[in-house]
């Protein structure tokens, strides 16, 4: 996010034996978001994005 590289957990939502949502871990979020100063929205979207392009990369969810 902005060139820097962060650890931030997200948990998945699962039905059906697949991922159906993804959740951005709160605390971590809005502690990089005002680190930075950036809006929580954006270090959110932005975790989540990158997250669902894992999961895709690993065969784990259809693009």
Not at 18 to 44: H, M, N
Not at 51 to 63: D, H, K, M, Q, S
């Amino acid at each position: 996010l902005r060139g820097r590289e962060r650890t931030i957990d997200v948990k998945c939502g699962w039905a059906g034996g697949k991922i159906t949502s993804f959740k951005t871990e709160y605390d971590q979020a809005a502690a990089c978001a005002q680190e930075i100063g950036v809006p929580l929205r954006e270090v959110t979207g932005a975790v989540e994005a990158a997250a669902r392009r894992l999961f895709i990369e690993r065969g784990v969810l259809e693009p």
